[in-house]
């Protein structure tokens, strides 16, 4: 709170909006492309208007949805589905365009004779997933969210405790947050990508900020 109002550092700004902290530093590099919100000093941190990013963020998703693509409603709901299948009922042209809501969180993993790991999802659920982008109420199961709004797509991750508690584990020995997400994404087999949002989330959750180079 800061003469009346509510700021937000940027690993906040990252809790609020779902998005990933580098995410967020390049909507401030590239300020005016996005229209992001000007930043100001206090007690030589960072800050944001929480009023301003929630503007922000409300008027960046409907210029998304604006943009998203034709979602295909063809198929049994309980069939199990591959990456590439997953992509076209997104309208992706690539595996590689998947959100990490769904990319992370397969309904089923099948091991295949070369030890690569083939992730399966029910059709349903990657319905769930199309809906959740607009808001539509869908009878899928969206992964991760249950009942009333988060304040982070990761807040009930159940990776999160491991995050929360490299982040206390470094703290308690006074080292540099920097690497913390490469240290995570080797610790849970997971992408450094995802490493980040689960550190911002866990940020968000004690109120600190990940720092440059996390």
Avoid at 53 to 73: G, M, N, P, S, Y
Avoid at 99 to 123: A, C, H, K, N, S
Wanted: charged letters at 25%; hydrophobic letters at 35%.
């Amino acid at each position: 709170m800061i003469g009346g109002r509510l700021a937000l550092n940027r690993a906040e700004v990252a809790g609020l909006t779902g998005a990933a902290y580098s995410t967020v530093n390049h909507w401030c590099r590239h300020r005016a492309r996005f229209a992001f919100p000007e930043g100001f000093q206090y007690d030589d941190r960072e800050w944001f208007w929480l009023d301003d990013i929630e503007a922000f963020h409300t008027a960046h998703q409907a210029a998304k949805r604006a943009e998203l693509t034709k979602v295909d409603r063809r198929g049994d709901p309980q069939d199990l589905i591959g990456s590439g299948a997953a992509a076209r009922v997104l309208g992706y042209r690539s595996y590689r365009n998947l959100p990490d809501t769904l990319y992370d969180r397969p309904d089923r993993v099948e091991t295949l004779p070369d030890g690569r790991l083939r992730r399966l999802w029910f059709r349903r659920t990657v319905w769930a997933v199309a809906d959740a982008r607009t808001g539509r109420q869908s009878t899928g199961r969206t992964p991760g969210t249950h009942g009333a709004r988060k304040p982070h797509p990761y807040a009930d991750d159940p990776r999160l405790p491991a995050a929360i508690a490299l982040l206390a584990e470094v703290d308690r020995t006074g080292r540099d947050r920097r690497g913390l997400g490469v240290a995570l994404a080797q610790q849970l087999g997971i992408t450094q990508r995802t490493a980040q949002r689960l550190l911002a989330a866990a940020c968000a959750a004690s109120g600190t900020t990940t720092g440059q180079g996390a």
